[in-house]
């Protein structure tokens, strides 16, 4: 399916709404001049209905012109600058008439004007049986005392004030498609100098592939709107690179992670095909070795499922109210004999009597990542403190070694999947560097958040901010 010009919409959008603008202003200006040369027309009536009364006062027959006896074809042109006026009574009644008013003749026998005739003040139109339209306005003329109501209709021809209209409309509707056509053609020259740029930035974005992520837009225009959209793009690009670069290191170290213990399997069930002289304590022992380095594959592909559940928004999270102070407590029980051969000290600073609502599951597990490592890279007769508050409507919790920390460098990786801050460092605890990912995965997903600071040979902090439920609850003891 072919997807429609953004710059064709434009000008057919242009094109509409110039032609209705058009228009619009068209019939606008048709109504003012016709408004403003009726009103001139009617004013003309006005002064002839006055100079007439005049006549008429100074003499009873005034209205006759010198017109007898003129050629026909004179007295035709002359009849068309001659208003037709005529005197009635108040009646209606026809006292007196001038010679144009011969016109009217007819009008009058069809009846076409009786209701000016008895008109005796206003401005009215009648139709003639040939089509002329005539305007009239009628006037009371001022009477001797005594003497009957007379009153005067003026009226002229408005077939020249028409002709003008028209042609003023046959005008500007043939000039619409002429001005119209200049309108698209500017639109067209406007809409494709504006869009210009963006296509530009089209063609510079189809050369970009994962292999020149580095790669920048540049443009040399200059409009706000084209700069934002350019650096909107830069971004994108800059975490497409991140991104690729995050998933070239993850699938990097997880062929490494995966290939070790596979690589000591190998190994192991090579050599105890190849010597058979292997007594049955040795073949248990390798076997066993062989169990733990399966244990640790069972443990980094389901690692590796749950992060992969959670980005696709597969993993259930089952809430429940949770007493934060209960959990900790239990996580340090568990968590002393992993302690103990170390001459680690768990010590609980302070933890208030709240609860929140959490999956119990994830967040026992994220804690006890949190306490294994901080037991784990503690120094031998070390310290691990255990901290809770409240502050507003979270709790943070805040839990903390003094043992060989975390690199400046590394730091801001440390929740990256299979990242190791110190990839020398014995794999004693079977981890593969997604511990902490889980671990920000699950507190995140509980409307938290978790922070680290740390500074190498001095410890490390991880501080963890949780919603508090409805409400702080009774003491516990």
């Known amino acids: 399916m072919r997807i429609p010009s953004l710059s064709l919409k434009l000008i057919c959008i242009y094109g509409i709404s110039v032609s209705m603008l058009l228009i619009f202003a068209g019939s606008i200006l048709y109504w003012i001049i016709k408004d403003r040369l009726y009103q001139i027309f009617d004013d003309g009536l006005a002064i002839d209905a006055r100079i007439f ?5 100074l003499e009873p027959d005034g209205l006759k012109l010198a017109l007898d006896g003129l050629h026909p074809h004179i007295y035709s042109a002359m009849r068309e600058l001659e208003p037709f006026a005529v005197v009635t009574d108040e009646y209606g009644r026809i006292l007196h008439k001038n010679l144009a008013s011969r016109y009217m003749e007819a009008m009058i026998r069809e009846g ?13 139109q009648v139709v003639a049986g040939d089509g002329t339209r005539i305007r009239f306005v009628s006037l009371e003329i001022p009477g001797r005392e005594g003497a009957k109501r007379e009153f005067i209709h003026v009226g002229r021809s408005t077939y020249r004030l028409r002709t003008v209209l028209k042609s003023y409309a046959f005008f500007y509707a043939y000039s619409i498609p002429f001005m119209l056509s200049i309108s698209l053609a500017a639109g067209w020259l406007i809409t494709n100098r504006a869009l210009r740029p963006f296509k530009d930035i089209a063609r510079a974005a189809e050369q970009i592939s994962s292999e020149n992520l580095n790669t920048k837009i540049v443009t040399k225009y200059g409009e706000a709107e084209v700069q934002a959209l350019v650096k909107s793009f830069n971004s994108m690009i800059d975490r497409l690179d991140r991104s690729f670069q995050q998933m070239r290191r993850f699938n990097a170290d997880a062929a490494h992670e995966l290939r070790t213990p596979l690589s000591i399997l190998r190994g192991e069930t090579e050599l105890l095909l190849k010597s058979p002289n292997f007594t049955d304590e040795e073949i248990k022992a390798a076997l066993r070795s062989n169990l733990e380095e399966l244990d640790r594959l069972t443990r980094i592909v389901n690692d590796l499922l749950l992060l992969s559940e959670a980005d696709a928004g597969e993993q259930v999270i089952l809430k429940e109210p949770i007493y934060l102070r209960l959990l900790i407590e239990e996580l340090i029980e568990q968590m002393l004999p992993l302690a103990a051969p170390r001459g680690v000290r768990i010590k609980l600073l302070d933890m208030p009597d709240v609860r929140v609502e959490a999956d119990g599951l994830l967040l026992r597990r994220a804690l006890f990542n949190l306490l ?13 403190e255990i901290f809770g508050m409240v502050q ?40 593969a560097g997604l511990g902490l990912a889980i671990v920000k995965w699950i507190i995140e997903a509980h409307q938290g958040s978790i922070q680290v600071s740390s500074s190498l040979n001095q410890g490390t902090t991880f501080d963890i901010d949780l919603p508090l439920n409805s409400g702080k609850y009774q003491s516990l003891d």
């Open 392 to 431: 507003g409507q979270k709790v943070r919790l805040q839990i903390k070694d003094y043992g060989i920390g975390i690199s400046a460098a590394d730091l801001p990786f440390i929740f990256d999947r299979l990242f190791r801050a110190d990839r020398a460092r014995k794999r004693e605890g079977g981890g």
């Open 372 to 384: 294994e490592n901080a037991i784990k890279y503690s120094r031998e007769q070390g310290e691990v």
């Open 53 to 57: 009364v005049e006549r008429v006062r």
């Open 112 to 124: 076409r004007v009786g209701k000016i005739l008895k008109q005796h003040s206003g401005i009215d």
